[in-house]
């Protein structure tokens, strides 16, 4: 999780627009459970603004041929990852979600994964989110950008909880996220052991191991520069 940062979005593209929640019901398979949390969490979906070519005057593509921003009322402090997932299963387009807690204190915060789409099946990596602030806080202008795949990454890459890599693709730097906790996991896992472990042989083994796991994390999650791939294999880098 980032720190504070929430964007100015562009008058021109503002949509404005209140979507029942029963709508994304019907575009995308939702369990009961999902359902419960979405009556128990959101007061209101808004879908508020529509970042396209139309609007901003930014060329998409396949992959990104719009990002629409969607504002969440909650109904207490916070809104499950499940009901953003269905949210974004629904609504074949990128999104960023901004969650505003009605709670006492009026809060907000930036949401967002990273939504791949071209390919045979949409997929999504996990939720990225900036910190709680004032809903009156200060918001930044949108990242500079020549196209809107180069718009959807500068505004994902503040949120990301890894640095990035000169020339990354996205898609590699949420790889990466992935792989970064898989493997904390597994650390997390080894420590829970060594701490079990009486038996000294034992513990000079997954300390070992320990070792092992913490400097490919490191690895991981480094600013190494990546291996690089043809430029025509690429997708968009998420720095420019």
Do not use: C
């Amino acid at each position: 999780m980032t720190g504070a940062l929430l964007y100015r979005w562009p008058a021109a593209a503002k949509f404005g627009r209140v979507v029942p929640k029963t709508k994304f019901y019907e575009h995308t398979a939702v369990s009961a459970t999902v359902r419960g949390k979405f009556v128990a969490d959101v007061q209101r979906i808004t879908w508020a603004y529509k970042l396209a070519d139309a609007t901003i005057h930014l060329r998409g593509n396949a992959a990104v041929p719009e990002i629409q921003v969607f504002v969440i009322d909650t109904k207490d402090d916070d809104v499950s990852n499940d009901v953003l997932t269905a949210i974004d299963k629904a609504v074949h387009f990128p999104i960023i979600f901004e969650l505003r807690s009605t709670g006492e204190q009026a809060r907000t915060r930036m949401v967002a994964a990273h939504k791949q789409l071209g390919g045979p099946k949409m997929r999504l990596s996990a939720y990225f989110s900036t910190g709680w602030q004032s809903v009156d806080a200060p918001r930044a202008p949108l990242p500079l950008a020549l196209d809107l795949p180069a718009l959807y990454a500068g505004l994902l890459e503040p949120i990301l909880p890894i640095a990035a890599r000169p020339g990354e693709r996205l898609s590699d730097a949420t790889s990466r996220i992935e792989q970064a906790r898989e493997v904390e996991r597994e650390i997390a896992a080894l420590e829970r052991r060594l701490r079990a472990e009486p038996q000294l042989n034992r513990k000079v083994e997954l300390r070992r191991q320990l070792r092992d796991r913490t400097a490919t994390l490191t690895a991981i999650t480094g600013p190494a520069t990546p291996k690089t791939s043809n430029a025509l294999e690429r997708d968009t880098p998420w720095t420019n």
